[in-house]
């Protein structure tokens, strides 16, 4: 059998199961038609049977056997891994690398979350998406407006308001955070009201504008044990779980002495949770 056709032999089996791939092999192409997602090395000529999307070391979601898990449910060893663009200003540059899945409690045996997931020798490399970020003001009127009239709240504090393609296709969608005390636990003997929200405004298909809210938290805290317990939400930036090349929002809700991490995918019709990774103590 010639090198060439063993080449393509081993290339059509990557397209029939995209998740069982070498290291070496390029994955099926992206949204653009581009076959440029996994890290390709000579030096590392492993198989891989798990896509895994990585937040603060921390595995949050991964593809295995073509379904979608949450971090605990996520098989251990070698795994393509794919990171998290921040929110920053700029181009999106995709991490990626191959890395090795281990339980929390095989790498840190005292740590309180041992059935989470860490990834363990991660060599990022960075794939351009040849799409950008631009951060806007979150003094912005019109948005003000518009999340006010989302979450019900007149005086809404706007603390984060970016704009970003998720899906390719040229059209941006603009993501929006607020938080009533700016992630700070006010002191005082008083219940104070406190709220949070991260929200996605996007065109749906009747060219109409849509908000789905990935967090939305209102209510009243009480001082509880000597310390208020707020809860806040970051976003944390974008991937892409599945390597469709559309990208996902990646979400941090935080409570005191928890949190939880999401992966949120957003249609025009709705957002869905592919999955989470936290923990209380």
Request: proline share 5%; charged share 25%; aromatic share 4%.
């Amino acid at each position: 059998m010639s090198a060439r056709l063993l080449a393509a032999m081993v290339i059509a089996a990557a397209w029939l199961c995209p998740a069982a791939v070498s290291a070496d092999i390029a994955p099926p192409p992206d949204s653009k038609g581009s076959a440029k997602d996994t890290p390709t090395t000579e030096k590392h000529k492993v198989k891989v049977e798990s896509r895994a999307v990585v937040a603060h070391e921390e595995v949050v979601v991964c593809l295995h056997d073509g379904e979608m898990k949450s971090g605990d449910g996520c098989p251990t060893g070698r795994a393509s891994v794919i990171g998290v663009v921040p929110v920053e200003e700029g181009a999106l540059r995709l991490p990626h690398a191959i890395a090795t899945i281990r339980t929390m409690s095989e790498a840190h045996p005292d740590d309180p979350c041992g059935e989470n997931r860490i990834a363990e020798g991660v060599g990022w490399e960075h794939r351009d998406l040849g799409r950008a970020l631009t951060v806007l003001p979150p003094t912005n009127a019109t948005y003000q407006k518009a999340v006010a009239e989302k979450v019900g709240i007149a005086e809404v504090k706007l603390t984060g308001l970016v704009r970003v393609d998720l899906e390719g296709d040229g059209v941006d969608e603009v993501l929006f955070t607020t938080d009533s005390h700016g992630g700070e636990r006010p002191w005082g003997d008083e219940p104070y009201k406190t709220y949070s929200h991260i929200g996605v405004r996007k065109v749906g298909a009747d060219g109409q504008v849509v908000t789905h809210l990935l967090h939305d938290h209102q209510g009243e805290v009480r001082w509880e044990g000597g310390f208020p317990d707020i809860t806040t939400a970051q976003l944390e930036g974008f991937t892409d779980a599945d390597g469709d090349g559309k990208l996902e929002v990646v979400i941090t809700i935080r409570g005191y002495e928890s949190y939880t991490t999401f992966v949120y995918r957003v249609t025009a019709d709705k957002a869905e949770s592919l999955g989470l990774s936290g923990c209380a103590i």
